[in-house]
C-alpha cells in the first residue's frame, strides 16, 4: 500500500498578521509518498526535485515531523519509508519547510488508517518545521495543513483558529527567482514597534478579520496594510515598491511580502482579477531582469489531502 | 417640543484592543435635553449633577458637537438649549465627556427631525470629544452612538465596524471613587511596544474579534489580555491586582482597565455571574478602603436614544 499526499504552499504573515497569519495555496505544493518498509522508524527512500535536502531521516522536516507522530502513537519502530518530491521553491517565503512537515505527517498518519485528526497532527508538523528555520511557529504549517486562512492566536499553545474565506477572494503570489533567508529576513526587523504603529496594525488586523466574516471586500481592502514588518523587508526585494504599485493598479485589494519573502502576494475580488494582476506583477519583475513564477489560488484552498494513486 | 436624550457610558480599550476598541453600556449615562430657544446657535441653558462643566457653549462637549452639527446642516444660527444632566462620574475612564458629546448631537438631530444618520453625527460627537481631552479618537464616542462593540479600524478615517456581540455577554464595571486624567494616563505610556508583545497582541486581538462572530465565549476568555497597555497603567490604580485576580477567581472570562481607568471591567457569561463577580471586585475595593460603584450591563448594550418626556 501507498499513500501519496499534497501538502500545499501557503503565505504566511499576509500583511497586516506577522507571526500569526497565514493562507494555504491551491499550488505548489510537496507530494510525499508513504509505505510500509524494512527499517527501524522513517526513513527516507528518495527525494526528488531538489539536491539541498537532507537524506538523514532526523535531518529531514518531513521525516522528523513523521518520526515525532510515531513516537506519540507509541509505533517509533514501525517501518516506513517516504518519498519527498519537491515541487516547490526554497527560501521563497511560501512555507516549503511547512509544506514538507506537513505533507510527511499527513502521510504517515493516512498510512496507519488515520488516528489523529488534523487538528491532532498539527504539534508534530510544527516540530519538524522546527528543525528547518529553528522557531516553534504555525503560520505556514497550519494553513498548509487545515486550508484556509489561519489565525494562529498563540504559537506556543498553538491556539489556532480557522477563518471563514469569501468564495472569490483570490491570491496572485509572484516569486521572483532569488532567496531570503527566513533567519536574515528576520534579523533585520526591529525588536520594538512605535506604539502608534502597534495601533495602526492592530486595527487593520481587527478590520480584516471582520472583513472576511463579513465577505467584505472593501474592508479587506481598507486593512491589508502594513506599517511594521513590510518597511523593514522591502528592500531585500528588488523592485519590490513597483511590484507593489503595480499590483494596486491592477485592483488588488492589498499587496505585501510573503512570509519572509521573496514572494510578493496580493488580494484580489475574483480569478480573472489575480490572474491579471498577477501577470503585471511578474512583467515588473522582468523588466527589472528578475525571472519569476506566478501562482494564481483561491484563498480558502483546501489544505494537505490524499491524491490518487498513479 | 423637548427631546430627552440618553446617552450611555463605554468602556473603551477593552483591554485587547487598545486605542480601536470600546463597547456601550446600559448604564450609567447623560441625559440630555434639547428645545427651540430665543438664542443664536447653541446655548447650554442648564447643568446638573456637576459644578465642573462649562456653562460656555463654546467649551463644552455636548453644546460645542451640538453646534458642529449646525453649522454643518447651515443652521448655525438656530436657537437652541441644551440642558445637560450629567449622571455619571468624571475621570474614570467610562467616556462621560464622549456621553455629553453624544448627546448633544443626537438630541439636536432629534430636533431637527433627524436628518443624519448615526454613523453621519459620528465625526460631530468626535470634535465635541476632542475639545475635553485634546485627541480626536472614537472608541468612546462611537460605542456611546452606535451601542454594542465597536471596532475602530482607524480613527482619523473614522473607519467603524459594528461588531456582533453574544447574546450572554455581560460586563462588571466597577469605578472606585477617584479620579484619572486621561491625558496623565496616557503620558505614562512607553513609546514603544517590544514586538514579541506586539505580535501577542494582534493575535490576541484577532482571536478576540473571531471569538465575538462565534459567540465563543471560551475563545472570548482565551483572548481578552493586556500585555502592552495594562502593565503600564496598573500602578494609576490601587489594589488594581487583587480587583482582577478576584474577577478571574469569580469566572470573569477577563479583566483591565476601563479606559484610562480608574474603572475595572471585567466580562462574563451571563448576567448573574456579572452581577456575582462585580459584587466581588467591589469588596476587594472596599477592604483597601475604597468606595466603589458596580455597574452591570449587557456588552451589547443599545447606543444613545430618545426617552419619553416626563
Not at 118 to 128: E, I
Amino acid at each position: 500500500m501507498e499513500i501519496r499526499v499534497f501538502a500545499p504552499a501557503s503565505v504566511a504573515n499576509v500583511g497586516v498578521g506577522f507571526d500569526i497569519l497565514g493562507f494555504a495555496l491551491e499550488a505548489p505544493g510537496d507530494e510525499i509518498v508513504a509505505r510500509f518498509g524494512n527499517c527501524r522508524g522513517v526513513r527516507i527512500r528518495e527525494i526528488t526535485g531538489t539536491s539541498r535536502l537532507p537524506l538523514e531521516a532526523s535531518k529531514n522536516t518531513a521525516s522528523f515531523s513523521a518520526q515525532a507522530l510515531l513516537d506519540y502513537l507509541g509505533k517509533g519502530e514501525l517501518g516506513i519509508e517516504l518519498d519527498i518530491h519537491k515541487k516547490m521553491p526554497f527560501g521563497s517565503g511560501l512555507g516549503s519547510s511547512a509544506a514538507s512537515a506537513v505533507g510527511g505527517v499527513f502521510a504517515v498518519n493516512a498510512l496507519l488508517g488515520s488516528p489523529l485528526s488534523r487538528r491532532q497532527m498539527l504539534p508534530f508538523a510544527v516540530l519538524g518545521e522546527q528543525i528547518a528555520d529553528g522557531a516553534y511557529h504555525a503560520d505556514n504549517v497550519a494553513p498548509s495543513l487545515l486550508g484556509g486562512m489561519v489565525l494562529i492566536r498563540d504559537n506556543r499553545e498553538l491556539d489556532i483558529i480557522e477563518l471563514p474565506v469569501p468564495d472569490e477572494l483570490y491570491a496572485a503570489v509572484v516569486y521572483p527567482e532569488m532567496e531570503v533567508l527566513t533567519q536574515a529576513s528576520r534579523g533585520i526587523l526591529s525588536p520594538e514597534v512605535p506604539l502608534a504603529n502597534c495601533i495602526s496594525q492592530t486595527g487593520n488586523l481587527g478590520g480584516f478579520i471582520a472583513g472576511l466574516y463579513r465577505s467584505d471586500y472593501a474592508l479587506l481592502g481598507r486593512t491589508l496594510r502594513d506599517h511594521i514588518i513590510e518597511p523593514q523587508r522591502a528592500g531585500l526585494i528588488p523592485s519590490f515598491p513597483a511590484v507593489k504599485a503595480q499590483a494596486l493598479a491592477s485592483q488588488a485589494l492589498g499587496c505585501s511580502i510573503s512570509g519572509a519573502g521573496p514572494s510578493v502576494f496580493a488580494l484580489f475580488l475574483g480569478k480573472e482579477a489575480a490572474q491579471k494582476g498577477g501577470d503585471g506583477m511578474q512583467e515588473v519583475f522582468k523588466k527589472a531582469g528578475m525571472l519569476s513564477t506566478v501562482f494564481i489560488s483561491r484563498v480558502g484552498a483546501n489544505g494537505a489531502h490524499l491524491l490518487p494513486n498513479p
